[in-house]
């Protein structure tokens, strides 16, 4: 009996104690709880945001050195070698038989094994798109 009551009634998202009666939306067995879990949400999500923001800025540095050097071409695990994360990127798009990758203002290609087209767009910014030009 107790059993198939916590089956309906459900557990704290916090502290996994079995809830109270009540709404049956209820997600937390009290206000501490709640607390505690958004706290700690809030929490995680930042951590995310910073450690996201950091792999951007260090990517975006790594582009620009290249871009600097006239390097427009390098192999994928080079680039991965220097520490570049090919999962910060702030946008995408296809572009012909190639997928081309942004960080902010630089935008490169990238095949099986190869970065390449490593350049800076021409129109640096705007505010809903990032990088405008074609
Ligand atoms: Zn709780």
Known sequence: MEERNEEVRGRCLECGEVLPWGRSDMKFCSQSCRNRWHYNEDGRFQVIR?????????????????????IRRIAVPDLEQMGY???CITSYRKAGKHAEYRCYDIRYCVSDSNVFKIERCRQPYSLAGLCEDP
């Open 50 to 70: 910073k450690k996201t923001i950091r792999s951007l800025d260090r990517n975006h540095s790594l582009l620009d050195s290249l871009v600097a050097r006239g």
């Open 85 to 87: 994360k090919f999962e």
